[in-house]
């Protein structure tokens, strides 16, 4: 007989069951062999139903995201790096440092503990290197098949350190537009390796923090007004979402953006536009027009971000809210948000 | 051609389509028509990838929690109530006043949307009867079958109320367990309408806000040493917990345990003690000894908490951390957390 389909519980599990969810003992074993070894913290520790943190001094900001990437290990992180950057770089984008984060696990029984132990570490260690601190949780377990692997919901609180708001609705016309990486890396990662398309490239995800850059642009006092992560939707989606809430029409030029010679090849395959295609570490600067060369050195000198530059610019154009883009050529056409879906799951 | 087979999105969508989670114009739709109209507040109509609330006075209180309940509706409640009210009550027993809520979901593809609607019209509801705004989240669709339904990771944030912490850890020799109401009903109306389980019972779910029946204690200024919400593993999961958080001893009179005829029926019939049993709208309260009769008379005058009574104490012994249990005829045993796992997916 299989430990596994033993109806005695025994320490030496090695598959994630429908009682590690249950909330009895082998919920409880879990809790303490394998989340909070990885997270250990004094908020973890009380083992109370929720956590009770420190006053945050001013506005507070709160984002939430659920991951459900698959395949869970991807060319150059894993849904644990993704799950926690992930949040993190949403509230970057709000101009907040990142300093909590809580976590729910949905686990599909027959999950190998091993592979979940290897997402724990990597999101351990992907949130000491941002100093932030896991300071609550949950998990559940659904039947074989009823999930794949695992899913991540993730929410980040932080301290707003912007000195004005930073959201669409601060955009102004002639505000310059400044990319602050190459784009499609993310989105080409997950794709070379999904099951049924897996392909030979050497590209790696994107994934990574965006507080650091954001971070510097703050203590430079850059004028921003508005930041957007570039991820599900690309920088089609970022853009277009960011001229539809401000109200303003932008013209972005196409050869200005930088896109990695392995992922254009990638993408020509697929016949994917790269603006189209997913990031986890690349975002969508709106500065004053005043400050943009500024923004542009101050975001070369940091790490990930060293190819940073103007793409376009918000014209005076208000009430129709597009995004125009002008190819090589001077070819101008209109973007428009993809409607279908090009690869699920990505993030 | 059916509408839903369409490679050309239309409006006129019945079903989630994995476009709908791909951050494209489906993803668009299901926000402005399905989620902003139900939640619609300041926060969210910014459309921005975060939200910055304003200050939170003292000390913050955050829990989290994945509900994967199954079915999505239940009598008394359904995945919605039990998501916000499972969060708000999480909050409850740190001593805190809920505040706000974000909220992620993840959608199985062919769910139909008018499911969704009423699920977010049952959020809604609940969340604006607590007083609660949610101020974010976030939507992913999985392949068909990789969910059931949908799956919703909440998280809570509230401002601490209690004069003192309220923890484990305040736990004292001798403290009076009060619990609030009478137990088993949660997990016995689910199981009544499982596939393959369903019985006609009449009971129906406790899904309910803890918060009032707390807030009057504190208003009440009872010494409240710990709460704890009986959900998962039921009381004797709760009273485990917290006795070996705690370190000391508890001991818990069987027959002052209330519990409605339909569910000990229901319980008989599958051979479940209703100590075992989830709750979604009970707590044990460990107060001091000196308040305890204070505190039950201002729980029974309480909506909810009409059965609330004394059931146990804290004895001296420290250091074993068991819960003693003494039937109706004078025996005493220990009890265990339940090791197994009774029924999947009651919360």
Redesign the interface.
């Known amino acids: 007989m299989k430990l596994e389909n033993c109806?005695?519980?025994q320490s030496g599990y090695s598959l994630i069951?429908?009682?590690h969810?249950?909330?009895?003992?082998?919920?409880?074993r879990l809790f303490e062999q394998v989340f909070l070894p990885a997270f250990d913290n004094e908020y973890l520790r009380?083992?109370?139903?929720?956590?009770?943190?420190?006053?945050?001094?001013?506005?507070?900001?709160?984002?939430?995201?659920?991951?459900?990437v698959q395949p869970l290990v991807f060319p150059g992180g894993d849904i644990g790096t993704l799950a926690v950057c992930g949040s993190l770089?949403?509230?970057a984008?709000?101009g907040?440092e990142p300093k909590?984060l809580?976590?729910?696990?949905?686990l599909e029984e027959g999950l190998p503990i091993e592979v979940l132990q290897k997402i724990v570490e990597s999101i351990a260690k992907t949130a000491r290197a941002e100093k932030v601190v896991i300071?609550?949780?949950?998990?559940?377990?659904?039947?074989k098949?009823?999930?794949?692997g695992m899913?991540i919901?993730t929410?980040?609180?932080g301290e707003?350190k912007a000195p004005n708001?930073i959201?669409?609705?601060q955009i102004q016309s002639g505000d310059v537009l400044i990319l602050s990486s190459d784009i499609a890396r993310h989105g080409m990662a997950v794709m070379s390796c999904r099951p049924g398309f897996q392909f030979e490239s050497g590209i790696t995800s994107d994934c990574g923090s965006l507080w650091p850059a954001v971070q510097a642009l703050l203590q430079e006092k850059v004028q921003i007004h508005c930041l957007?992560?570039l991820?599900?939707?690309g920088l089609a989606?970022g853009a277009t979402?960011l001229s539809k809430?401000s109200g303003f029409e932008f013209e972005v030029h196409e050869e200005q953006i930088p896109v990695q010679n392995n992922v254009r090849a990638a993408c020509e395959i697929f016949g994917l536009d790269p603006i189209h295609v997913?990031n986890e570490g690349c975002f969508l600067a709106v500065v004053a027009a005043t400050d943009a060369d500024r923004c542009v050195r101050i975001l070369q000198a940091q790490n990930g971000t060293a190819l940073a530059r103007k793409i376009g610019f918000v014209t005076e154009a208000k009430g129709s809210a597009h995004v125009w883009i002008k190819g090589a050529f001077g070819q101008r056409r209109m973007l428009?948000?993809?409607?279908?879906?090009?690869l699920?799951?990505i993030?």
């Open positions: 109806p005695i519980p069951t429908l009682a969810g249950g909330g009895g003992l082998l919920s409880h009380e083992t109370h139903d929720g956590a009770v943190l420190p006053q945050i001094h001013g506005p507070l900001a709160i984002t939430t995201d659920a991951h459900v770089n949403d509230l984008m709000c907040a909590y809580s976590m729910s696990f949905i300071v609550t949780g949950d998990t559940k377990v659904v039947e098949g009823r999930c794949e899913y919901s929410t980040a609180i707003i708001k959201c669409p609705q957007r992560d991820t599900r939707g989606a979402e809430a997913a428009i948000l993809p409607t279908g879906e090009q699920p799951r993030c």
